[in-house]
Nanobody, 111 residues
Framework: VQLQASGGGLVQAGGSLRLSCVAS?????MGWYRQAPGKQREVVAQ???????TYADSVKGRFTISRDNAKPTVYLQMNSLKAEDTAVYYC?????????WGKGTQVTVSS
């Protein structure tokens, strides 16, 4: 399976962006991760095949992960963006015992 992430860009603090991750095949769960310069990659949000979601404390109440199984695509709606949200965002999915990563999409929030 291949994952293709898109939707990143430059936005002012307080603004919004929506990231998309399109999978080449049906997937079960998926997560969005991010990596800021000089920092380790961290999980941002995850969604299961049943639609159960979890979020990092730093994004709770601001970010929403959702999925469209028909496409299949997972979205990350990011509102009230802060400068500290600046990072490369990656989607990730387990697939038959493997872990598949999409290419990252850059999100830059200017303060």
């Amino acid at each position: 399976v291949q994952l293709q992430a898109s939707g990143g860009g430059l936005v002012q603090a307080g603004g919004s962006l929506r990231l998309s991750c399109v999978a080449s095949r049906s997937i079960s769960s998926m997560g969005w991760y991010r990596q800021a310069p000089g920092k380790q990659r961290e999980v941002v949000a995850q969604i299961t095949s049943a639609g159960t979601t979890t979020y990092a404390d730093s994004v709770k109440g601001r970010f929403t992960i959702s999925r469209d199984n028909a496409k299949p695509t997972v979205y990350l709606q990011m509102n009230s963006l802060k400068a500290e949200d600046t990072a490369v965002y990656y989607c990730r999915a387990p697939y038959y015992g493997m872990v598949v990563w999409g290419k990252g999409t850059q999100v830059t929030v200017s303060s």
